[in-house]
């Protein structure tokens, strides 16, 4: 009797925030589920730790039944949480493992989160499981990757940053390419021709038809901004709001 096929299932959406202040990454989290391996593809930033162990616990999982964590690349809003995870096997490109003075969404201290965890190398055509498989996807970063999963309903690609959103992938090109516009637009190319359906790293996860987004798997889920002033607020305003 042939396995059960792989699930791709959504524990933290992803949304393109900014302010004036700075970038909000706050990056799409996915779970992975095969009879023999739970893999979560990215882990968020610290600020969004306790969402990240509510969404678990949803599922009636804890840090600890996690086997493998995928890093589509090294920037801070996809890595911080890694060391919820040391026991698993951490898989990220070669390449993220370099980390240039001045960089602002790969700063030094990021080594200092990868070198306490088992860290394997992850490049195109790794097999984590079966039906699912490493992606190279370069252009965002040199060593961005993603995963392909072949899901019982088509095929899925969980992408990272290599394509953000449905609006990356009606314009052709991600948001940001540290590796260059090319490799950034041969990558989209590459989702756009093989995904059935798209989990991106900042957005909800949509299907592709003929070419072009499709639609919305889940429902937009609304964010509340807290930015109280400490002599006005109200004392009872919880510290820590819902996840999104």
């Known amino acids: 009797m042939a396995e059960p096929a792989p699930v791709v299932e959504p524990l933290l959406l992803g949304y393109g925030l900014?302010?004036?202040?700075?970038?909000?990454?706050?990056?799409?989290?996915?779970?992975?589920?095969?009879?023999?391996?739970?893999?979560?593809?990215?882990?968020?930033?610290?600020?969004?730790r306790r969402a990240l162990l509510r969404a678990l616990a949803r599922h009636g999982l804890g840090t600890r039944d996690v086997d493998t964590l995928v890093l589509s690349h090294a920037h801070y809003d996809h890595v911080q949480n890694a060391d919820?995870?040391?026991?698993?096997?951490?898989?990220?490109?070669?390449?993220?493992?370099?980390?240039?003075?001045g960089d602002p969404v790969k700063p030094p201290w990021t080594g200092a989160?990868?070198?306490?965890?088992?860290?394997?190398?992850?490049?195109?055509?790794?097999?984590?499981?079966?039906?699912?498989?490493?992606?190279?996807l370069?252009?965002?970063?040199?060593?961005?990757?993603?995963?392909?999963?072949?899901?019982?309903?088509?095929?899925?690609?969980?992408?990272?940053?290599?394509?953000?959103?449905?609006?990356?992938?009606?314009?052709?090109?991600?948001?940001t390419a540290a590796a260059g516009e090319e490799a950034a637009a041969a990558s989209i190319e590459f989702v756009r021709t093989r995904a059935d359906v798209v989990y991106p790293g900042h957005d909800r996860p949509f299907t592709i038809e003929a070419g072009r987004?499709?639609?919305?798997?889940?429902?937009r889920v609304a964010l509340t901004v807290l930015a109280p002033d400490p002599l006005t607020e109200d004392p009872s305003t919880p510290e820590d709001p819902a996840p999104s």
Do not use: M, N
């Open 18 to 48: 900014a302010s004036e202040q700075g970038s909000i990454g706050f990056c799409g989290v996915y779970l992975v589920q095969t009879p023999r391996r739970r893999i979560l593809f990215d882990c968020g930033h610290a600020g969004r």
């Open 113 to 136: 989160i990868l070198g306490g965890l088992r860290v394997r190398d992850a490049v195109d055509g790794l097999a984590i499981a079966p039906g699912v498989t490493v992606t190279g």
């Open 84 to 101: 919820l995870f040391a026991h698993a096997d951490v898989l990220l490109h070669p390449a993220e493992r370099e980390f240039p003075v």
């Open 138 to 175: 370069p252009g965002h970063t040199a060593g961005s990757i993603g995963l392909t999963v072949a899901t019982a309903t088509g095929t899925a690609v969980l992408t990272g940053d290599a394509l953000p959103s449905a609006r990356a992938l009606r314009a052709g090109r991600a948001t």
């Open 213 to 219: 987004p499709g639609r919305y798997l889940v429902p």
